[in-house]
């Protein structure tokens, strides 16, 4: 499943790359009244829009936003929870109590709704977006971080650079957030489907990119105003459906290899099937 995972990510980031050269439209400025809702065919491969604009061009051009958003709100709450869980689980204490009751604070409320609030507040564009994601997801890392750091902390090498006169700057970022990176970054690739669908959800509710900017989101929204038309929705929901399969296999190839137990497992499967082709080569 990895291996089907990394292929379609690898895909997707190279259409968002490479869309410019791909595309054979203009995905905002090549409007044609006359072609409006043209179905798929040999010129127009996902049909046209409303506006007549080729749909392939813009689900392709889209790709850069909607890849771009979910790994800018994975990446900063990666970062923000490792930073805040860190401290509180290093520091302990009234630090540790105030940190997390702050973020089960932030954690009560319903994911989406939160985010709606915080976008509606900040105003529809792309940068608000992200960054009230970013909000409602940090907590998750934070607390992961904070689990993981009380557990390394007790380790005998953190010990001794207490013991050598390391300051506490040094031992949590130098000796004890390494061993935690591991587990942080499987939970960061797991979020990056969640966070395309989130992303694209607020789009869809006109509170992410705003017209006429092509994302699959809102791409989506404009194919349930004209459903009878249903390329102009079917090929950018497909899109973000491929998109959140994929990275979800890349997530759980990269947390099996994480996880001891699992290679363990991988080890002796492959011992297995090593004994077994031996045997079929001495029966022969």
């Keep these: 499943m990895f291996k089907i995972g990394a292929a379609i990510c690898a895909l997707w980031l190279a259409a968002a790359f490479l869309a410019g050269v ?21 010129t127009h491969w996902f049909g046209t829009d409303s506006l007549g604009r080729d749909v392939f061009s813009r689900v392709l051009f889209g790709s850069r936003l909607s890849i771009a958003a979910s790994l800018a709100t ?10 805040i869980g860190g401290i509180a689980g290093y520091a302990g204490g009234i630090v540790d109590d105030l940190m997390m009751r702050f ?21 529809p564009n792309i940068s608000n977006s992200v ?3 970013a909000i409602i997801w940090w907590p998750n890392y934070a607390r992961l971080a904070r ?10 090498y953190v010990s001794a650079s207490k013991i050598l006169g390391a300051s506490h700057y040094r031992i949590l970022v130098k000796e004890i957030l390494p061993g935690a990176i591991g587990p942080m970054l499987v939970m960061c690739t797991l979020d990056l489907g969640n966070a395309i669908l989130m992303f694209s959800g607020l789009s869809f509710l ?7 900017t092509p994302e699959w989101g809102a791409m989506v929204s404009d194919g349930v105003l004209n459903f009878n038309y249903w390329w102009i929705s079917t090929f950018p929901g497909l899109a973000i459906f491929s998109v959140a399969i994929g990275a979800n ?10 996880d001891p137990k699992m290679r363990r497992e991988d080890w002796r ?12 080569e001495d029966n022969i």
Excluded: C, H, W
């Excluded at 791909?22 to 040999?42: E, G, H, Y």
């Excluded at 689990?147 to 005998?156: A, P, T």
């Design 22 to 42: 791909l595309a054979p439209f203009d995905p905002i400025k090549d409007q044609n009244v006359n072609r409006r809702f043209t179905p798929p065919n040999k």
């Design 74 to 83: 994975a990446l900063v709450s990666l970062f923000v929870g490792m930073a």
């Design 103 to 123: 973020s089960e604070m932030v954690q009560s409320f319903p994911p989406l709704i939160l985010a709606m609030v915080i976008a509606a507040a900040l105003g």
């Design 131 to 133: 960054l009230a994601m």
């Design 147 to 156: 689990s993981l750091v009380i557990s390394i902390k007790e380790n005998d």
């Design 206 to 212: 006109g509170l992410g990119v705003q017209p006429p």
């Design 249 to 258: 296999f890349v997530g759980d190839g990269i947390r099996d290899y994480f």
């Design 269 to 280: 499967e492959t011992r297995k099937r090593k004994k077994e082709k031996k045997n079929e």
